[in-house]
């Protein structure tokens, strides 16, 4: 039996948000492999001792390390773990997922090269991280982020009425202001418009976002639901017709790829790695960071079109069934072997 040991933010269940650490440790486990996952502390410093006291407690028993790496104070996370790996000579795999790596590449060229250069493998559920970190001289394998396609009814949307949908952390990364002020700019047009906003507040942002809902006299289109488990925000997925990704930096969220399982038309940003997940005009629809104008005229474009909605609509469910989990672990099987 493999031993993995992962290092990474295990909150899934106090938030109830569930991360790909729990869905790449559930695959393993089912897989054979043991897994001890590290850390569930909420406080930041207290996350940090006690997963490098994991390591040290775990160094002779473990066969390979896996880092959930992204590109803020979590870098700090993966720089301080991965050099504990490399003494106790433990095989360690970076796991890329923050889309603003690149940019950290190129601050932090030092201390990026310290963790990269010497790990085992580097891998990515990103062409964009790939391909990023390529050119900057780190080899990187490109392993998908994965869902089980069987979990999610797809629904053909045609006929789109003008219900939004947005899933993820209320953070400013994440920009769900733009969602607001897209809203304010189609009730003109569409007066029973409704938006539901789905997601942990990370950053106060959530606030923010009710005050301008107030500011821009949209308040009462907007329902804010906080956290739901994945299969209550699919239940209730069935209610509305768009999805909408707001987001200024990104990668490759799990909840496009769950978005498309479901059969949404997408509209979101082109920040980062989007381009390389979703084709534009083919199995979703792209626009600039952060323009309410021209997100508002795609979502307006799809109401107004349902045979392209109906095209979207297929297509991304076709997309999402080359992500599914059976095509995608015996790639993680073969990098632990």
């Known amino acids: 039996m493999k031993r993995i040991l992962y290092i990474g933010n295990n909150l899934s269940e106090k938030s109830k948000y569930h991360a790909t650490m729990a869905s790449l440790?559930?695959?393993?486990?089912?897989?054979?492999?043991?897994?001890?996952?590290?850390?569930?502390?909420?406080?930041?410093?207290?996350?940090?001792?006690?997963?490098?006291?994991?390591?040290i407690s775990n160094r002779n028993k473990t066969d390979y390390l896996l880092i959930d790496t992204f590109s803020t104070s979590n870098f700090y996370?993966?720089?301080?773990?991965?050099?504990l790996a490399r003494l106790f000579s433990i095989k360690y795999v970076p796991i890329l997922h923050g889309g603003n790596l690149p940019s950290r590449l190129d601050s932090s060229p030092f201390l990026s090269k310290k963790i990269f250069k010497n790990a085992y493998k580097n891998s990515t559920p990103s062409t964009y991280l790939k391909y990023e970190f390529k050119r900057r001289?780190?080899?990187?394998?490109?392993?998908p982020n994965f869902i089980s396609i069987e979990d999610f009814n797809f629904?053909?949307?045609?006929?789109?009425?003008?219900?939004?949908?947005?899933?993820?952390?209320?953070?400013?990364?994440?920009?769900p202001q733009l969602a607001i002020r897209v809203v304010a700019l189609?009730?003109?047009?569409?007066?029973?418009?409704?938006?539901c906003m789905v997601g942990p507040d990370k950053d106060g942002s959530l606030?923010?976002?009710?005050?301008?809902?107030?500011?821009?006299?949209?308040?009462?289109?907007?329902?804010?639901?906080?956290?739901?488990?994945?299969?209550?925000?699919?239940?209730?997925?069935?209610?509305?017709a768009i999805f909408m990704n707001t987001t200024n930096i990104d990668n490759m969220p799990v909840s496009i790829l769950e978005a498309m399982a479901l059969g949404y038309p997408i509209v979101s940003t082109n920040a980062g790695g989007l381009p390389y997940l979703i084709s534009n005009d083919?199995?979703?629809?792209?626009?600039p960071v952060n323009d309410e104008l021209a997100m508002s005229e795609a979502i307006s474009s799809l109401i107004k079109n349902p045979e392209k909605a109906t095209i979207l609509s297929?297509?991304?469910?076709?997309?999402?069934?080359?992500?599914?989990?059976?095509?995608?672990?015996?790639?993680?099987?073969?990098?632990?072997?």
Not at 25 to 54: A, E, P, Q, W
Not at 317 to 329: C, S
Request: proline letters at 2%.
């Open 137 to 143: 001289g780190f080899e990187t394998q490109f392993i």
């Open 155 to 175: 629904k053909k949307r045609s006929q789109l009425k003008p219900t939004l949908l947005w899933v993820r952390a209320f953070d400013k990364t994440y920009n």
């Open 282 to 287: 083919l199995d979703g629809m792209l626009v």
């Open 186 to 195: 189609l009730k003109n047009e569409y007066p029973t418009i409704k938006l």
């Open 25 to 55: 440790t559930h695959l393993l486990t089912d897989n054979g492999y043991s897994v001890i996952c590290s850390s569930n502390k909420s406080n930041k410093i207290i996350r940090l001792f006690d997963m490098c006291f994991t390591v």
């Open 314 to 337: 297929e297509n991304a469910r076709k997309k999402a069934e080359t992500f599914d989990i059976n095509a995608i672990k015996a790639q993680w099987l073969n990098l632990l072997t």
């Open 77 to 83: 996370y993966a720089l301080i773990i991965s050099q």
């Open 207 to 240: 606030n923010e976002v009710k005050q301008l809902a107030e500011k821009l006299n949209v308040a009462d289109a907007i329902t804010f639901t906080g956290v739901l488990p994945k299969e209550e925000w699919h239940e209730l997925s069935k209610e509305y």
